[in-house]
């Protein structure tokens, strides 16, 4: 597996339940990043991780959303209670290391996993 | 204000023409530039990247930065069909957070 894979590629789901976003970083990338891409719109920063922590939540949209990474590799993201207005295409990318004194920040990204909400 | 701006587009030009895509950034402390093509339906792509003001090419792409100016422009010589597809354009912020624009949609007509 030479690049990020996410899972499950197509989500569709009713109003008010729950799902969970995979994403497998490239291996021994140890930053991860979630976007949300809505259709026909740029990418929006939901969280980041370096290595299982994360110092940067702050796209998290609403409580509704969590995000987890365990052993520097998988992560997951949570929708709770999920909303039409939550629709979208959830992409996720890693890449070497991030820090605020660095400057190589090359991000690879999985093929995103599209979410329906009806 | 967006912190990353950029015109949505679409941005026609004829085959073998050259697109020029512009997008500026807010904050003055950035370092690291990219830019990313993404064909529809399918995920971004790093195609370039560019530290240092001036010119950077790369094939038929030349990335452009003037910091002083906070300003950063991509050129596509020789388009081609193949290159009709959404450009973003991202600017390193803190903690490595890559803040994006919206995207220019470029399409090379025959």
């Known amino acids: 597996g030479a690049g990020v894979s996410q899972s499950p590629s197509n989500k569709v789901t009713e109003k008010g339940k729950d799902v969970e976003l995979r994403c497998d970083p490239i291996?021994?990338?140890?930053?991860l990043y979630w976007y949300r891409q809505r259709l026909g719109q740029g990418l929006e920063f939901l969280i980041y991780f370096q290595g299982n922590s994360a110092p940067d939540k702050s796209g998290l949209p609403s409580d509704r959303f969590s995000a987890e990474r365990t052993g520097e590799s998988v992560s997951t993201l949570t929708i709770q209670r999920t909303q039409q207005e939550d629709s979208a295409v959830y992409l996720c990318?890693?890449?070497?290391?991030?820090?605020?004194?660095?400057?190589?920040?090359?991000?690879?990204f999985g093929p995103g996993t599209r979410l329906t909400v009806l | 204000q967006k912190e990353v701006e950029q015109n949505s587009g679409p941005l026609s030009v004829p085959e073998g023409a050259i697109a020029s895509l512009n997008c500026t950034y807010s904050d003055r402390g950035s370092q690291s530039f990219f830019w990313y093509r993404q064909y529809s339906g399918k995920s971004p792509e790093l195609i370039m990247f560019i530290y240092s003001n001036g010119d950077k090419e790369d094939g038929r792409f030349t990335a452009q930065l003037n910091k002083a100016s906070q300003y950063v422009s991509l050129l596509i010589r020789d388009s081609q069909p193949s290159d009709s597809a959404t450009y973003l354009c991202a600017v390193k912020g803190s903690w490595g957070k890559l803040q994006f624009g919206a995207g220019t949609q470029v399409v090379v007509t025959p």
């Open positions: 291996s021994g990338h140890t930053a």
């Open positions: 990318a890693s890449s070497l290391a991030s820090s605020s004194g660095g400057r190589y920040n090359e991000q690879f």
